[in-house]
């Protein structure tokens, strides 16, 4: 008996490890035309081989057909830890003074699409060890290349 269910564990646990989608990628939306959520809130992008989804739990707030995207942009914000640089030199002086020198980065993709007569574009923040996968992905279903945004240049 216990063999068996050593077995069916064996088999069973590899399965469930495995079976997480590839193409589905945790990520903040940052702020755009989707209406239904607000800025700051986990979402999921799912990029399947014809469109791009927005989830919410189980609400899906956007579906966009791959060919109705016109861009893709990537963006980084980097400031310094000055917040946490703070706390810790309330403990201690020299790892605070050290990770005032430290700086973060912040990852953004963002899409703009046209659908007919719907217009819309969401910005949204992504994990930095995802960012490249998510960039890849969409380029690959799109077929554009994405901008980045940091390398262009404003002219007023």
């Avoid at 399965?15 to 700051?40: I, R």
């Avoid at 659908?115 to 995802?130: L, P, S």
Wanted: glycine share 10%.
């Amino acid at each position: 008996m216990k063999s068996c269910v050593a077995l069916f564990l064996c088999l069973l646990v590899p399965t469930f490890a495995f079976a997480s989608d590839a193409n589905d990628y945790k990520v903040m939306y940052d702020g755009g035309s989707l209406q239904s959520v607000k800025s700051g809130t986990d979402v999921r992008l799912v990029i399947d081989p014809d469109r791009v989804r927005i989830v919410h739990g189980k609400e899906e707030l956007a579906n966009i057909p791959a060919a109705s995207i016109t861009e893709i942009s990537y963006g980084q914000d980097v400031h310094r830890r000055v917040g946490a640089a703070i706390g810790l030199a309330v403990v201690s002086l020299g790892v605070g003074a050290l990770m005032a020198l430290t700086k973060s980065k912040k990852h953004y993709i963002g899409l703009t699409w046209v659908d007919g007569d719907k217009k819309g574009g969401f910005a949204m923040q992504c994990d930095k060890n995802e960012y490249r996968g998510e960039l890849t992905a969409l380029e690959g279903i799109t077929g554009k290349k994405a901008v980045d945004s940091d390398a262009m240049t404003v002219k007023n």
